[in-house]
Nanobody
Framework: VQLQASGGGLVQPGRSLRLSCAAS????????VGWYRQAPGKQRELVAA???????KYTESVKGRFTISRDNAQNTVYLQMNSLKPEDTAVYYC???????????????????WGKGTQVTVSS
């Protein structure tokens, strides 16, 4: 099973991007899904997460700017990123399953899927 992350690119500070994480079947609908990012020289961090019941969690630095949502009919989870800053520059990854569930405090020891990253660069 592979998750497909897309939507990255080069944008100026203050602009917006929307990332998409897609998968076949009901993998995303049945699991907690999270967006993570990793900047050069830094550890991967959780940016935003959404449970199967649509509970959400955000890292402090993106609250009020980023919104995670899911469209189960389209088997897709989105990350709307507004008011982008240079410090948002990173490779963004999506995860479905155990890693994100545990990050949200949900007891789950099942599947754990990662997508290949998509680069987001915020620069003038």
């Amino acid at each position: 099973v592979q998750l497909q992350a897309s939507g990255g690119g080069l944008v100026q500070p203050g602009r917006s991007l929307r990332l998409s994480c897609a998968a076949s079947g009901s993998i995303l609908a049945a699991n907690a899904v999270g967006w993570y990012r990793q900047a050069p020289g830094k550890q991967r961090e959780l940016v935003a997460a959404i449970s199967s019941g649509r509970m959400t969690k955000y890292t402090e630095s993106v609250k009020g700017r980023f919104t995670i949502s899911r469209d189960n009919a389209q088997n897709t989870v989105y990350l709307q990123m507004n008011s982008l800053k240079p410090e948002d520059t990173a490779v963004y990854y999506c995860n479905a399953g155990r890693t994100t569930a545990q990050a949200m405090g949900i007891l789950y020891y099942g599947v754990d899927y990662w997508g290949k990253g998509t680069q987001v660069t915020v620069s003038s």
